[in-house]
Every structure is written in C-alpha cells, then in structure tokens.
C-alpha cells in the first residue's frame, strides 16, 4: 500500500468514529523523555498529534503485527508495542491512570487484520449454527396487566347561598322617586282567582300641554313669539315640578 502525508493527514482527521482516543507518553529516543501526545487509533494505524485540535498527524505507528506487553518502568501506566523481527523497533509507552491503560492494550492489541479475521469467523460460526437451529418461535407479545380505573372520591355539592332580591337603585336627576321595597301579597278568598304580586308603582305622566297657541302655522312664527306663547306654560310647569321635588 502506497502512503503519502495528504493521505494520511484525511485518514487520521476523518468523520469515522475512532476506537480510543486519549494521551499517551510516547519516548522520544533511547535516553528521551516522553512526550506527552494525543493519540487516535484507526484501523491498524496509530496517530499522534501535538494536541487534541491538531489537524496534522506528528507522527504515525502502523501497528499490524505488533503485540502490546505490559513493563515494568520508572513511568507508571506503561507498555510496549513490539514488533517480531530482530530489528523490529519496540515503542514504550505510558498511559495516565490504570483504567487508561487497561483500554489502551485491548485497543492495540485488537488493531490487526489477524484480530478482524478472527472476529468474522466467529461470526460466521454464529450464524450457520443460527440457521440450522430452525425459525427462531414467534415472539409473544408482553401482556400488560389490566388497568384498575381509577377511583374519583364523591363530588360534594356546593351550596348556593340564598338570593336576596334586587333593590332597584333610586333614580336622580329630575326623574321621580318611588319605593323598590314588594309589599307582602295579600290573601286570596276562597275559590277567588289569586291576584298577581304588587310591584313598583310607576311614575306620574307628565301633565298633557293646553293648547293656548293661536290658530296658524307654527314655522313662520319667530323667537319672540314663541316664547310670549308658551312661555307662561313653561313657567308653570316648571313651579309645578319644584314644589313636587321640594315635597317628602
């Protein structure tokens, strides 16, 4: 397989979900210290990064063939990533909490072709011993338990207070007053039809107008002689309605 930087650099910054993601102590040289690099597994491919929103890869391991072995070290959390081969190159590396680590190991250790190949033989096992069990039986729908309706307490009625009768306000304004109160009805005789209830009496009419104008068409008349022709009416109308209002 050909590799160039381009090729890489999409394959380590792709949309595919990675297998493990996390930083990782990688050593330098022979006496080097490690160097704390973000590190992305995909496929059998591992890519280190200065940080985790590098877009470029620093460096890459292609980890097909290799074994991870747990060391013993001055760093804590560490492991080698070994290659057969005598002058196969060995990485040590450290992980930053023993959970970490532990994630780490299965990670590598199952980024091989050997590992996939593995996996879908056993999965082809799975299925043929699937098929020739027979149909798997209809699956029987979970029965729900019968629902209890739900038991309302009793509706109490609410009591209405009583209702008082309405007590018609008393007019103002030049318009004459009368009693709202309804007097008790009086007994009927025996075998008599019953009267009806007695309510409000109503206003006195007004007096009717006397006729004291002349004979003659009343539009061509002017102010002066309106006003001498009803204008003793009106005054006497209107002495009438103040000694009613000045009247208990």
Same mark, same amino acid.
């Given at each position: 397989?050909? %590799?160039?930087?381009?090729?890489?650099?999409?394959?380590?910054?792709?949309?595919?979900?990675?297998?493990?993601?996390?930083? %990782? !102590?990688?050593?330098?040289?022979?006496?080097?210290? $490690?160097?704390?690099?973000?590190?992305?597994?995909?496929?059998?491919?591992?890519? #280190?990064?200065?940080?985790?929103?590098?877009?470029?890869?620093?460096?890459?391991?292609?980890?097909?063939?290799?074994?991870?072995?747990?060391?013993?070290?001055?760093?804590?959390?560490?492991?080698?990533?070994?290659?057969?081969?005598?002058?196969? $190159?060995?990485?040590?590396?450290?992980?930053?909490?023993?959970?970490?680590?532990?994630?780490?190991?299965?990670? &590598?250790?199952?980024?091989?072709?050997? !590992?996939?190949?593995?996996?879908?033989?056993?999965?082809? $096992?799975? &299925?043929?011993?699937?098929?020739?069990?027979?149909?798997?039986?209809?699956?029987?729908?979970?029965? %729900?338990?019968?629902?209890?309706?739900?038991?309302?307490?009793?509706?109490?009625?609410?009591?209405?207070?009583?209702?008082?009768?309405?007590?018609?306000?008393?007019?103002?304004?030049?318009?004459?007053?009368?009693?709202?109160?309804?007097?008790?009805?009086?007994?009927?005789?025996?075998?008599?039809?019953?009267?009806?209830?007695?309510?409000?009496?109503?206003?006195?009419?007004?007096? #009717?107008?006397?006729?004291?104008?002349?004979?003659?068409?009343?539009?061509?008349?002017?102010?002066?002689? &309106? $006003?001498?022709?009803?204008?003793?009416?009106?005054?006497?109308?209107?002495?009438?309605?103040?000694?009613?209002?000045?009247?208990?």
């Amino acid at each position: 397989m050909k %590799l160039n930087q381009r090729s890489l650099a999409f394959h380590a910054t792709c949309d595919a979900p990675a297998d493990n993601a996390g930083f %990782l !102590y990688k050593k330098g040289g022979r006496h080097a210290a $490690h160097h704390r690099r973000w590190s992305v597994p995909r496929g059998t491919m591992l890519f #280190c990064f200065g940080d985790a929103a590098g877009r470029e890869p620093v460096g890459v391991i292609i980890l097909e063939g290799c074994t991870v072995e747990l060391v013993e070290a001055a760093e804590e959390f560490a492991f080698d990533v070994r290659f057969a081969g005598a002058r196969a $190159h060995t990485y040590m590396l450290a992980a930053e909490s023993q959970a970490a680590m532990e994630g780490w190991v299965k990670a &590598l250790s199952r980024a091989s072709f050997d !590992y996939l190949r593995l996996v879908v033989r056993e999965l082809g $096992h799975r &299925l043929a011993a699937a098929r020739a069990a027979g149909p798997l039986p209809p699956r029987r729908p979970h029965a %729900l338990p019968p629902r209890r309706p739900h038991a309302l307490p009793p509706r109490r009625p609410h009591a209405l207070p009583p209702r008082r009768p309405h007590a018609l306000p008393p007019k103002e304004d030049g318009c004459a007053l009368w009693s709202a109160e309804i007097p008790a009805p009086a007994a009927a005789p025996a075998g008599a039809a019953p009267r009806p209830l007695p309510g409000p009496e109503p206003p006195p009419l007004p007096p #009717c107008r006397r006729a004291s104008a002349p004979s003659g068409p009343l539009d061509s008349a002017s102010f002066a002689q &309106l $006003h001498e022709w009803y204008g003793p009416e009106v005054r006497a109308l209107r002495g009438q309605w103040l000694r009613s209002q000045a009247q208990p």
